[in-house]
Antibody
Framework: EVQLAESGGGLVQPGGSLRLSCAAS????????MTWVRQAPGGGLEWVSA????????YYASSVRGRFTISRDNSKNTTYLQMSSLRADDTATYYC???????WGQGTLVTVSS | EIVMTQSPVSLPVTPGEPASISCRSS???????????LDWYLQKPGKAPQLLIY???NRASGVPDRFSGSGSDRDFTLKISRVQAEDVGVYYC?????????FGQGTKLEIK
């Protein structure tokens, strides 16, 4: 069974940093592009970032470009989202997804507040 | 950016009755391979979105056959033949043609 498990969320002050992880199991991780999607409380779904299979190409929403960095370690079947200069409007549940599979993790909540 | 527009926003349905959700994209979702890169998800309260339909008309594994997807190019529809209580939640369409996925604003299905 394909599973994705996010971790690393929590409460952080405005301007702070946080690194999210997404560990994959049940798939040949290195053959899938990976994506991060977020959902603000009570809101809709917003695509955040994506990375290709070998990590050579990365993509960002304009709202996070320059502040977030996506990466992956295929030896660990894990993708990461390094978030810095966090703002209140980054508060959301962050989901990772394996592109083309329809498989999403359960999400990890990030709260940016003083 | 491809803009996705869903309707209706709210959908009250009597159990056993059919339901239909529309999704329109600002540009064609037809790939050169002939597939339409349009997925449908259901997000139940407090849960992650779950895939219902991929490539516009293919049911995901384990999805009941009362769910069906249709459409092509820019216009797509999700139909539930007979709504059950367990179908409540928010339905989203999502385009996967571009790396920058975009989503409809969601349709909240509730039981009358």
């Amino acid at each position: 069974e394909v599973q994705l498990a996010e971790s690393g969320g929590g409460l952080v002050q405005p301007g702070g940093s946080l690194r999210l992880s997404c560990a994959a199991s049940g798939i040949k991780f290195s053959t899938y592009s990976m994506t991060w999607v977020r959902q603000a409380p009570g809101g809709g779904l917003e695509w955040v970032s994506a990375i290709n299979t070998v990590g050579s190409n990365t993509y960002y929403a304009s709202s996070v470009r320059g502040r977030f960095t996506i990466s992956r370690d295929n030896s660990k079947n894990t993708t990461y989202l390094q978030m810095s200069s966090l703002r209140a409007d980054d508060t959301a549940t962050y989901y990772c997804a394996a592109a083309g599979t329809g498989v999403w993790g359960q999400g990890t909540l990030v709260t940016v507040s003083s | 950016e491809i803009v996705m527009t869903q309707s209706p926003v709210s959908l009250p349905v009597t159990p056993g009755e059919p339901a239909s959700i529309s999704c329109r994209s600002s540009q064609s979702l037809m790939h050169s391979n002939g597939h339409n890169y349009l997925d449908w998800y259901l997000q139940k309260p407090g849960k992650a979105p779950q895939l219902l339909i991929y490539l516009a008309s293919n049911r995901a594994s384990g999805v009941p056959d009362r769910f069906s997807g249709s459409g092509s190019d820019r216009d797509f529809t999700l139909k539930i033949s007979r709504v059950q209580a367990e179908d409540v939640g928010v339905y989203y369409c999502m385009q996967a043609l571009q790396t920058q996925y975009t989503f409809g604003q969601g349709t909240k299905l509730e039981i009358k």
